[in-house]
């Protein structure tokens, strides 16, 4: 794919949807990385469900620290994995407290340094909470990636690298949100519903026909 089709792909994508976002709930970049850490292997809707209950209750490093490992379950319980993450949170709760004065790291390796937070995590809190250029790349943007030809790559951290090299520079910062959505509303996983979709001239999946 050549970069004329790719600024094409994002200027429709951008045309379309202005000024994208996470589906996640979130007013503070801690409440932000708690819902990414609990949305690992589940859906931003049952997050959602979830935070809504714990945000009004505890949204500080210290108020959720203070509810301890049973009692946030409590609040998480109906999230998939939600005995690990209870934990993986508390104990970060713990470290921003104890090393960033229960700030948000703004640093890669720092992020990556916290229970349950791995270079995805890290991404979409640099991306969205701080409006830095970084690319999370999730199994949509994986498969939308490969599918389209946008950046084709064999693992996520290959997809990744190519797509902040090969995404036009003005559409960096919103480009993780487009693919998100664009995976997750249209160019879906066993159906893509290639005859709805604003890019179908410009990709490059050879079996969109099928799906039409």
């Not at 693992?155 to 960096?172: A, H």
């Not at 480009?175 to 509303?185: E, F, N, Q, V």
């Amino acid at each position: 794919m050549n970069k004329e089709k790719r600024t094409e792909i994002f200027t429709r994508l951008r045309d379309a949807n202005p000024n994208p976002t996470t589906e996640l709930n979130y007013s503070s970049p801690f409440e932000l990385l708690i819902a990414v850490i609990l949305s690992a292997q589940a859906t931003d809707v049952g997050v959602n469900k979830a935070t809504d209950k714990l945000f009004p209750v505890a949204n500080t490093p210290e108020a959720i620290f203070a509810l301890g490992v049973d009692g946030l379950k409590e609040y998480i319980k109906t999230i998939g994995l939600f005995n690990s993450k209870a934990e993986n949170v508390i104990k970060t709760c713990r470290i921003l407290i104890d090393q960033h004065g229960s700030q948000v790291p703004e640093k890669r390796e720092e992020l990556e340094a916290l229970p349950g937070v791995g270079r995805k995590t890290a991404n979409v809190v640099l991306n969205t909470a701080f409006g830095h250029m970084a690319m999370a790349v999730d199994t949509h943007i994986f498969r939308v990636s490969n599918r389209t030809g946008i950046a084709p790559g064999k693992n996520v951290l290959e997809v990744e690298k190519r797509l902040m090299r090969l995404v036009p520079r003005e559409f960096l910062l919103d480009a993780h949100h487009w693919l998100i959505l664009h995976g997750r509303y249209t160019c879906t996983a066993r159906k893509p519903k290639c005859g709805a979709c604003i890019i179908e001239d410009l990709c490059e999946f050879k079996q969109k026909r099928e799906y039409l």
